[in-house]
């Protein structure tokens, strides 16, 4: 059994990730400050959860105080003063800039003792510490997409990050029974740098018409993958995506190999993200 002396997560973000991280934390029996700048989203993340949590619930995966714990646990606010606490889970956007603010900004509020968790999924953490008042104190806390049934979790450790949070991240994703894994910050740290060719080869493929995208995720879910490249890239979305392959790509030195796909780009131009807008490589109802 994990040990762990913190007791309150506040989440930012109120995005896909930033929801279903909320709902693990408060499924582990954690209080949950639920942060974004939107009310909109906050209202959008309560009903996610909730119905997420039915889905649970249904199966029998939750009994009904711990449906009813989960949801009681959970606080929803669009107050930056709100966020005070031990340990922060950062899931906003995927720019280093916007990270970069957002930390220095919580450090004001909460001291040098503030813990910050970024789930960036390939974005440096020794660049977002560089930048930071307390780079000792940032983490990598990399959840995968859907939150609350992909086991992984990646824990970065940047060169300045203080070991000690490396063993309360490792007991938190224990908490929230995930597999933890630690790796050193790298490009694209373990699943992300791995996982470039499954999407960037299969989308040369389509664009030499080698293969249909049908086609593609047949074969490749034939052969042992749960979701083919083009229906998991609609999941996570293409923007999201395609942002990852070019951060790996600069970050390596640009390799021809690791080149950002141009029909995503193209698809990403055309405002077709995927699942959240109803259109990407596939049609959504």
């Known amino acids: ?42 209202e959008k993340s309560a009903k996610s959860i909730e119905q997420s949590l039915q889905k649970f619930l249904a199966k029998g995966k939750l009994s009904i105080e711990e449906f009813n714990n ?56 020794d660049a977002i510490a560089s930048s930071i008042a307390f780079p000792a104190q940032l983490v990598g806390l990399h959840f995968f997409n859907p939150a609350p049934l992909m086991r992984l979790v990646e824990i970065i450790k940047g060169e300045a990050t203080n070991p000690a949070i490396i063993k309360q991240m490792v007991d938190i994703a224990l908490m929230m029974q995930k597999t933890p894994v630690i790796c050193k910050d790298s490009p694209g740290f373990i699943v992300n740098r791995v996982a470039r060719p499954y999407y960037l080869e299969t989308m040369y493929m389509v664009q030499k018409g080698i293969i249909t995208v049908e086609q593609a995720d047949a074969v490749l879910e034939a052969a042992g993958f749960k979701m083919g490249p083009f229906k998991l890239m609609d999941l996570i979305g293409l923007d999201i995506n395609y942002s990852v392959s070019s951060i790996v790509w600069e970050d390596l030195g640009k390799p021809e190999r690791l080149k950002p796909s141009e029909i995503q780009k193209a698809k990403i131009d055309q405002g077709a993200l995927g699942i959240k807008t109803k259109k990407g490589f596939y049609q959504y109802n």
Not at 25 to 37: P, S
Not at 76 to 89: A, N, P, Q, S, V
Not at 94 to 109: H, R, S, T, V, Y
Request: aromatic share 6%; hydrophobic share 45%; proline share 0%.
């Open 1 to 42: 059994m994990a040990n762990n002396s913190i007791k309150q997560i506040i989440v930012c973000g109120a995005g896909t990730m930033g929801s279903g991280i909320a709902q693990l934390a408060a499924t582990a029996g954690f209080k949950v400050i639920h942060f974004d700048l939107s009310k909109q989203m906050l």
């Open 70 to 125: 989960a949801i009681a646990n959970i606080t929803y606010t669009d107050r930056i003063d709100d966020c005070r606490g031990e340990l922060i889970i950062e899931a906003i956007i995927e720019k280093k800039e916007a990270k970069i603010g957002l930390f220095n900004q919580l450090f004001n509020l909460n001291g040098s003792n503030l813990i910050i968790a970024t789930n960036t999924s390939s974005i440096s953490i």
